[in-house]
């Protein structure tokens, strides 16, 4: 799962990256506001964290042109201002949440999965299909109450399918949703991912459509 974090504090932001890598997400980091616009006008992000003191363009600046273009990604306010008043903006403006340092990298956390489960239409905090039970807060997958041992690739591959049941995931949209920049796009990662998850959890609970994509059918 791809996000987007825009934080112009450079130790600050170097922290909540490895954090989040701990946790299984791919993050492009920006440290201005003219650079998260650009990146959320041309890449395709789960999630936006957002400063609200970024140079260039302000924080809220950004938050209201994502609404004015019509873009609903969930969006989580990380800043120093703690007034009501800017919390009161910040939400109005069409923020989701909003957390104000110092903070607890394990609330950040939580956070970002309660937003990512609301926006995916799901209020329970695990996601189950059939016999499978994954938990995105433990990072634990079990098949019939078995832990299934699989790595936090597989692991973004199966989440990214399971919350998109139905929904055909084409190659690229995975890899969208797998790798962050720089990161190196391995060759034929998708298909290596996908053959791994079938063997580990069954053949049958990926469908292949040929040409297009990958999918999970509803039980």
């Given at each position: 799962?791809?996000?987007?974090?825009?934080?112009?504090?450079?130790?600050?932001?170097?922290?909540?990256?490895?954090?989040?890598?701990?946790a299984g997400y791919a993050t492009?980091?920006?440290?201005d506001g003219q650079a998260a616009e650009s990146a959320l006008q041309t890449e395709t992000y789960a999630l936006l964290i957002l400063d609200l003191g970024l140079?260039?363009?302000?924080?809220?600046?950004?938050?209201?042109?994502?609404?004015?273009?019509?873009?609903d990604i969930p969006v989580l306010i990380l800043t120093a201002r703690d007034t009501v008043s800017d919390r009161v903006q910040g939400l109005d403006c069409g923020a989701d949440d909003y957390l104000v340092k110092p903070f607890d990298m394990d609330e950040?956390?939580?956070?970002?999965?309660?937003?990512?489960?609301?926006?995916g239409g799901r209020s329970n905090p695990v996601i189950e299909h059939g016999d499978i039970v994954m938990d995105p807060a433990a990072h634990v997958v079990t098949q019939s109450g078995h832990a299934v041992d699989?790595?936090?690739?597989?692991?973004?591959?199966?989440?990214?399918?399971?919350?998109?049941?139905?929904?055909?995931?084409?190659?690229?949209?995975?890899e969208e949703g797998l790798y962050?920049?720089?990161?190196?796009v391995?060759?034929?990662?998708?298909?290596?991912?996908v053959h791994h998850l079938r063997r580990?959890?069954?053949?049958?609970?990926?469908?292949t459509i040929r040409g297009v994509g990958y999918t999970i059918d509803k039980p």
């Amino acid at each position: 799962m791809r996000l987007l974090l825009a934080e112009d504090d450079r130790l600050l932001g170097d922290g909540i990256v490895v954090t989040l890598s701990e946790a299984g997400y791919a993050t492009d980091w920006v440290t201005d506001g003219q650079a998260a616009e650009s990146a959320l006008q041309t890449e395709t992000y789960a999630l936006l964290i957002l400063d609200l003191g970024l140079p260039k363009l302000s924080g809220i600046d950004v938050l209201k042109g994502v609404r004015q273009r019509g873009q609903d990604i969930p969006v989580l306010i990380l800043t120093a201002r703690d007034t009501v008043s800017d919390r009161v903006q910040g939400l109005d403006c069409g923020a989701d949440d909003y957390l104000v340092k110092p903070f607890d990298m394990d609330e950040l956390n939580a956070r970002l999965r309660a937003l990512l489960r609301r926006s995916g239409g799901r209020s329970n905090p695990v996601i189950e299909h059939g016999d499978i039970v994954m938990d995105p807060a433990a990072h634990v997958v079990t098949q019939s109450g078995h832990a299934v041992d699989i790595s936090p690739r597989e692991f973004a591959v199966l989440r990214m399918l399971l919350e998109n049941r139905s929904k055909v995931m084409s190659r690229a949209r995975l890899e969208e949703g797998l790798y962050s920049w720089g990161d190196e796009v391995e060759s034929n990662a998708v298909e290596v991912y996908v053959h791994h998850l079938r063997r580990k959890l069954g053949a049958p609970l990926i469908r292949t459509i040929r040409g297009v994509g990958y999918t999970i059918d509803k039980p």
